[in-house]
Every structure is written in structure tokens, then in C-alpha cells.
């Protein structure tokens, strides 16, 4: 039988994490491992856990949801990749998410989300397959980053033509399943190319794709 999602909420409303714990532990595949009420407890926490995903609160005492974040990627043990970290938000256009996101942070999740979305989205992001709301977190950076800065890295130049298709796909929020619908592919062939894309540019994941096109003007 396959091991549960490990996952630790960081929030500092002790009543908004019970109620995130009883709609996690509802479910047979996810298992809360953790809780913390401020990012350095939180840091402990899944030091100490090593969860799959974390639920991380932007807004917190001690320690802000952005510290802990930009700490978590840091850690880079060998052997042992960092966990997936979703912010916890409470506005849409959030430039502190923004921010989380070019850190490295898997997406941005809206607090009053539905359960089913936020079920999903642990599920998605633990799969590595795709970004939360990839067009909300696409908007939200393109809001807060400006104009592009960054020279386009050799790195790109690698990318045949159809990449170079799928990039641009991706870099505006759609997912497998609406760039296979538009490119007349299978969504294992899109998952493929996304695949080879991510490891000719160095980056982790769909998130850290879009943040690569903004930042270099190819979105």
C-alpha cells in the first residue's frame, strides 16, 4: 500500500489549521505529520517531519511565512529535496505570494479555498505535474515583477522548436490537458516535453517556468 502525503500546516490560527487537519485527515492518501503557529516554529517542525508538502501562512509572528519559506529551500540536504511549499493567502494579488513564488515556493493557495480545491492541490503539487492555479499564479507575478531584466540563459537555446511551443504554453498558465487540446498531443506527450524543458533549463517545476519566462521576457 502506498505511504500517505506527509503534510505540516504553518498558521498561526489554531482554529483555522484544526479545521484544515480534519479535511486532510478525511482522506486515506494524506496525513497531517505537523502543525506550527509561526514560520521558526514552523521550520522546526518539518525539519523534524519531513513532509511532503508544507501549508505555509504568509502572514505570522516570529518568523514571517516568507522567511521560513526562503529557509526550508535553503536546508538542500543531500539526498533529501526540499518539500513542496504552498503559501496560505488571503487576497488574491498577494505580492508577498510573489515573492514566496520566485523563492521557489509550488504555488499560492487562497484561504477560503474550497476543501476539494485544496485536496486537489495538495495532491497536484505533491505529483510535481502542475501549478496551483497556474493562471492566478502567472497573473500575480506578472502584477509584481515588472519588466523583464534578465538576460535569456544559452540554457534556452537548447529547447528544439515544439519546446520552444511548449514553453510558451506553459509560460501562460495552461495546463497539460489545454496544451495537448491545442497542440494535438496526447497529455503524455505534453508531460514528456514539460519534462525535458524543466531539465534543459535548470528548473524545478511549472511555477519556476513561468517565473523563468517573465524573468527573461519570453512570456
Known amino acids: 500500500?502506498?505511504?500517505?502525503?506527509?503534510?505540516?500546516?504553518?498558521?498561526?490560527?489554531?482554529?483555522f489549521r484544526a479545521g484544515i487537519r480534519m479535511v486532510i485527515d478525511s482522506q486515506p492518501?494524506?496525513?497531517v505529520v505537523g502543525e506550527a503557529g509561526d514560520g521558526a516554529e514552523g521550520?522546526?517542525?518539518?525539519?523534524?517531519?519531513?513532509?511532503?508538502?508544507?501549508?505555509?501562512?504568509?502572514?505570522?509572528?516570529?518568523?514571517?511565512?516568507l522567511a521560513a519559506t526562503a529557509e526550508l529551500l535553503a536546508d538542500g540536504a543531500p539526498g533529501a529535496a526540499p518539500p513542496r511549499i504552498v503559501m496560505l493567502t488571503?487576497?488574491?494579488?498577494?505580492?508577498?505570494?510573489?515573492?514566496?513564488?520566485q523563492q521557489g515556493a509550488s504555488g499560492f493557495l487562497l484561504k477560503d479555498a474550497d476543501p476539494e480545491f485544496l485536496l486537489?492541490?495538495?495532491?497536484?503539487?505533491?505529483?510535481?505535474?502542475?501549478?496551483?492555479?497556474?493562471?492566478?499564479?502567472?497573473d500575480?507575478?506578472?502584477?509584481?515583477?515588472?519588466?523583464?531584466?534578465?538576460?535569456?540563459?544559452?540554457?534556452?537555446?537548447e529547447l528544439t522548436e515544439r519546446e520552444r511551443e511548449i514553453f510558451a504554453?506553459?509560460?501562460?498558465?495552461?495546463?497539460?490537458?489545454?496544451?495537448?487540446?491545442?497542440?494535438?498531443?496526447?497529455?503524455?506527450?505534453?508531460?514528456?516535453?514539460?519534462s525535458r524543458i524543466l531539465a534543459k533549463l535548470g528548473l524545478r517545476d511549472r511555477?519556476?517556468?513561468?517565473?523563468f519566462a517573465f524573468e527573461h521576457g519570453l512570456a
Open 29 to 31: 492518501d494524506l496525513e
Open 120 to 138: 486537489a492541490a495538495i495532491r497536484t503539487v505533491h505529483a510535481g505535474s502542475a501549478v496551483i492555479a497556474a493562471s492566478a499564479t502567472r
Open 43 to 65: 521550520v522546526r517542525v518539518v525539519r523534524a517531519a519531513r513532509p511532503d508538502v508544507v501549508l505555509m501562512d504568509i502572514r505570522m509572528p516570529v518568523m514571517d511565512g
Open 90 to 101: 488571503t487576497f488574491d494579488l498577494d505580492e508577498a505570494a510573489a515573492r514566496a513564488i
Open 1 to 15: 500500500m502506498t505511504e500517505p502525503t506527509r503534510v505540516v500546516l504553518v498558521d498561526d490560527q489554531a482554529l
Open 169 to 194: 504554453l506553459a509560460a501562460r498558465g495552461l495546463s497539460n490537458a489545454e496544451i495537448a487540446q491545442r497542440e494535438f498531443l496526447s497529455e503524455a506527450t505534453v508531460k514528456t516535453h514539460i
Open 140 to 157: 500575480l507575478f506578472a502584477h509584481f515583477a515588472g519588466p523583464a531584466t534578465a538576460e535569456v540563459p544559452p540554457s534556452y537555446a
Open 207 to 211: 511555477v519556476q517556468l513561468v517565473v
